[in-house]
């Protein structure tokens, strides 16, 4: 694409009848490769989004809803074995809600076919593809106005472009905006430990677009704020509750402590898919534990002692009142005039 950009996922081929199946960016593969896999069974799909092949709310929503496809193709609209299969995608991942929710959205129209399905997966790609666009200019024109700067200097954590969403994103989005208007001056990516989004991923979708930035390792975030080396802290979020408190990659909630100390705006950049009004606040979200291997370990390669304990929470809650604004695709909440999402 001519803007640096990439689809992440979507269907090719295939109807009720079979021989359908989705090709998506094998993101465990990056940078070092760009491979695309194609899924074209409900259990593939599930080991998928496990494994974080397709990773980021939007875009495992929409995986979660061509998944329901699969599962059409594979035991009709009815039956054990459908509900089965509709249930695995559903768990596959708990924090974000997009999975879930995208999940349900699609399995509601099995009664009327796999065609009907399948056109309610693609409408919900179609919206995550439009929602990108908008969440990239409404953030952009909130940062500057924000800033008041010319130039901005914004930091992100982990990965929130195209590869997480289906083109473009959420929070890089307005990074990419903001580099297409020559308003960026810099961005500033954290690694995001233990698996490297930001480094892997987010530095490989800057690079593309042609955006100037540098990497920072996780802890250097807080103090690089408290330094005046940033304008502005960029963040995605995979659920936020209705009070606003939000639930994004671990180290989020470091970034929002460290951006109250520097003054600094912090901004939560979601679609409307991603805010859950039946969740009261960040006490009822669910948060992934990946176990131990990603936490002693690095590319498979140990890093620590034999037998050693981890804890590895995937996710973090950042409360609503360290957060300066959420945007969506359809409006901007300013948590710091004590507005809510939900």
């Known amino acids: 694409m001519d803007d640096g950009g990439v689809r992440t996922l979507d269907w090719v081929g295939g109807g009720e009848a079979g021989g359908g199946a989705v090709e998506m960016v094998d993101q465990t593969a990056l940078p070092a490769a760009y491979t695309v896999l194609r899924i074209d069974s409900v259990p593939d799909m599930v080991a998928a989004i496990r494994r974080l092949s397709v990773r980021g709310a939007p875009a495992i929503g929409v995986a979660g809803a061509f998944g329901v496809a699969l599962a059409v193709q594979a035991h009709g609209t009815s039956g054990p074995a459908f509900d089965e299969a509709v249930a695995s995608l559903r768990g596959a991942r708990p924090t974000a809600v997009n999975l879930a929710r995208m999940v349900d959205r699609a399995a509601a129209r099995a009664p009327d076919g796999f065609d009907a399905v399948l056109a309610e997966a693609q409408a919900i790609r179609d919206e995550e593809l439009a929602a990108s666009v908008a969440m990239g200019n409404l953030g952009a024109d909130l940062v500057l106005e924000l800033t008041g700067r010319d130039d901005v200097r914004a930091m992100t954590i982990c990965n929130t472009g195209g590869l997480a969403t289906v083109e473009r994103g959420t929070a890089l989005a307005v990074i990419q905006t903001l580099h297409e208007r020559g308003r960026l001056a810099e961005a500033l990516a954290l690694e995001t430990r233990p698996l490297l989004q930001g480094a892997r991923l987010t530095a490989w979708e800057l690079d593309r677009m042609g955006a100037p930035h540098r990497l920072l390792v996780d802890s250097a975030g807080p103090f690089m704020l408290a330094r005046g080396e940033a304008d502005v802290v960029l963040t995605g979020a995979d659920r936020v509750a209705a009070n606003g408190d939000t639930a994004n990659k671990i180290g989020t909630f470091s970034l929002a402590l460290g ?21 009261p606040d ?36 950042t409360p609503a009142e360290l957060i300066t604004a959420v945007v969506t695709d359809q409006r901007i909440v300013r948590l710091d005039q004590h507005q809510t999402p939900g």
């Open 259 to 279: 951006a109250r100390h520097a003054g600094v705006p912090f901004i939560v950049v979601a679609p409307e898919s991603t805010v859950d009004a039946d969740t």
């Open 282 to 317: 960040g006490a009822g979200i669910a948060i992934e534990d990946r176990g131990a291997d990603e936490v002693v370990s690095l590319a498979g390669v140990s890093t620590a002692p034999d037998g050693t304990a981890a804890a590895n929470p995937a996710f973090d809650v």
